[in-house]
């Protein structure tokens, strides 16, 4: 699983994770903005200019989940065919990257994602 933090507060340990390893799969292909692609099993640092690109991506996003009337989201995953993902734990995912990417870019510090 991957979690991420800002480099800036990594003293402070606050960081933040995918709550699921689908969700994190079902994710990872439009958060996936950086120059650097992110690794799931190492790490991968997202440059301020990279955070304000994952910014827009997150808010078309949302804005899309918003209008899916669904609470459910239907996704075939590499592993386990189809699963039925929650809507809300998306949204509150993607209001997570959000959050720190807003922070990296206010801080003027990066967004670092490490997989384990």
């Known amino acids: 699983m991957i979690n991420w933090i800002v480099s800036e507060l990594n003293e402070q340990g606050e960081s933040w994770y995918f709550p699921s390893f689908e969700i994190q799969e079902y994710l990872l292909p439009i958060i996936n903005v950086g120059v650097e692609r992110i690794d799931e099993y190492g790490s991968t640092e997202y440059s301020i200019e990279d955070c304000r690109r994952l910014k827009y991506v997150i808010v078309f996003a949302l804005e899309t989940l918003a209008i899916t009337q669904k609470s459910e989201i239907?996704?075939?995953?590499?592993?386990?065919?189809?699963?039925?993902?929650?809507?809300?734990?998306?949204?509150?995912?993607?209001?997570?990257?959000?959050?720190?990417?807003?922070?990296?870019?206010?801080?003027?510090?990066?967004?670092?994602?490490?997989?384990?």
């Open 74 to 116: 239907r996704y075939e995953t590499i592993h386990d065919d189809l699963v039925q993902l929650n809507k809300q734990e998306i949204i509150d995912t993607l209001e997570s990257l959000l959050d720190a990417s807003k922070l990296s870019v206010k801080l003027q510090s990066e967004l670092i994602f490490m997989g384990d």
